[in-house]
């Protein structure tokens, strides 16, 4: 499992984004439960729109934004601390290689971290009962990301900062 390269402020799409930005017809408010059953409160005036990665509806995506926020910004995880968007990314442990564990994973991560020589500190973290990690990048621009290895499925929960929104909503996320 590699962490996805930071997109670049200035950059129009991120590599490998969907062709179509989600739609805001598509969007809902409160409560959000995902395709594999999970739960995520959204913030107080935030929405939530959900799209697949993948053909076989394997790889769910969930953005949490506020409300009046333009959809094709989802695409630029530059922007995501200055409009406040959350993403959220559900796909499951099984994987051709074999099943996705904690500690692989943390050893994927840094090691793409520091092939790309991103600068950032990584802390452990329990989202209820679920281990994970949080990677703070400072460079080469702030993003967040919360690694959690779930029962069945592992969640990233990417955002622009660490902070009470990011980490309320991370811990609002239940099984």
């Known amino acids: 499992m590699t962490v996805p390269a930071p997109t670049d402020p200035a ?33 107080q005036g935030y929405a939530t729109q959900r799209q697949f990665k993948d053909l076989g509806n394997r790889t769910e995506v969930v953005y949490l934004f506020l409300e009046k926020t333009d959809p094709t ?40 971290l520091n092939s ?7 802390t452990e973290t329990k989202v209820g009962s679920l281990p994970g990690f949080v990677v703070k990048i400072t460079a080469p621009f702030p993003l967040v990301q919360a ?19 990011f980490r309320n909503t991370l811990l609002s996320l239940t099984e």
Do not use: C, W
């Open 11 to 43: 950059a129009s799409a991120a590599p490998g984004a969907p062709d179509q930005p989600p739609s805001a017809a598509a969007s809902q408010r409160g409560p959000f439960i995902g395709h594999y059953g999970y739960m995520v409160q959204a913030p």
């Open 116 to 122: 790309r020589g991103d600068t950032y500190e990584l």
């Open 147 to 165: 690694f959690v290895v779930g029962t069945k499925v592992l969640y990233v929960f990417t955002g622009g900062v660490d902070d009470p929104t």
């Open 73 to 112: 910004n989802f695409m630029n995880e530059g922007l995501y601390g200055q409009l406040g968007i959350l993403r959220l990314e559900v796909s499951p442990l099984r994987i051709p290689q074999g099943t996705i564990g904690l500690e692989s994973l943390r050893g994927g991560i840094t090691m793409t």
